[in-house]
T-cell receptor, first 115, second 113 residues
Framework: KAGVTQTPRYLIKTRGQQVTLSCSPI?????VSWYQQTPGQGLQFLFE???????NKGNFPGRFSGRQFSNSRSEMNVSTLELGDSALYLC??????????????FGPGTRLTVT | DQQVKQNSPSLSVQEGRISILNCDYT??????FLWYKKYPAEGPTFLIS???IKDKNEDGRFTVFLNKSAKHLSLHIVPSQPGDSAVYFC????????????WGAGTKLIIKP
């Protein structure tokens, strides 16, 4: 079974631009979560989508948004990029049912650099 | 307020010895705990988990212990191998977090040859 895929793997943008990152979950997984990881920091939760609906949201500004499509693929958008948005963005998918309580499987991440 | 804490940013262990990574939590409603391992520039990989109805779960060289009264869990790796050098994250979830995973800051484990 194919794992979680994220595109692109690397991205360089300038301040003020916007960016869209894509995530394809493991087949059959309906939940997709997004995280930001900066150097020296743990995983900061952005949001979770389940069946095309945002189910959980972390403490990030409204510049960070996401969506999920009917095939469970998800996109994350960051508008008006700031230097502090430079980070590794990770996507994780899970079955999200009570029999498998939220074991998440991660993609390799997208390394975003804002200059 | 950090609900999941990994107080040791790093840990150095001799190859072949036991590695013990610790994690504390504050929310008594957490009922499921997970450990993940992460190499640089890669996504975290699920290692092992434990439900709050258990106090121990073992999988090969990895054992997780849960002490609910102390709100503490630990990951034991025996014997430690060079490939175990990575950052280890502890995560917890429960019904009151809407089953969202709450993550610790991670502990960098270095296995010395």
């Amino acid at each position: 079974k194919a794992g979680v895929t994220q595109t692109p793997r690397y991205l360089i943008k300038t301040r003020g631009q916007q960016v869209t990152l894509s995530c394809s979950p493991i087949s059959g997984h309906r939940s997709v979560s997004w995280y930001q990881q900066t150097p020296g920091q743990g995983l900061q939760f952005l949001f979770e989508y389940f069946s095309e609906t945002q189910r959980n949201k972390g403490n990030f500004p409204g510049r960070f948004s996401g969506r999920q499509f009917s095939n469970s693929r998800s996109e994350m958008n960051v508008s008006t990029l700031e230097l502090g948005d430079s980070a590794l963005y990770l996507c994780a998918s899970s079955l999200a049912n009570r029999g498998h309580p939220y074991e998440q499987y991660f993609g390799p991440g997208t390394r975003l650099t804002v200059t | 307020d950090q609900q999941v804490k990994q107080n040791s940013p790093s840990l150095s262990v001799q190859e072949g010895r036991i590695s013990i990574l610790n994690c504390d939590y504050t929310n008594s409603m957490f009922d499921y705990f997970l450990w993940y391992k992460k190499y640089p520039a890669e996504g975290p990989t699920f290692l092992i988990s434990i439900s709050s109805i258990k106090d121990k779960n073992e999988d090969g060289r990895f054992t997780v212990f849960l002490n609910k009264s102390a709100k503490h869990l630990s990951l034991h790796i025996v014997p430690s191998q060079p490939g175990d050098s990575a950052v280890y994250f502890c995560a917890a979830s429960g019904w009151d977090s809407n089953y969202q995973l709450i993550w610790g800051a991670g502990t960098k484990l270095i296995i010395k040859p």
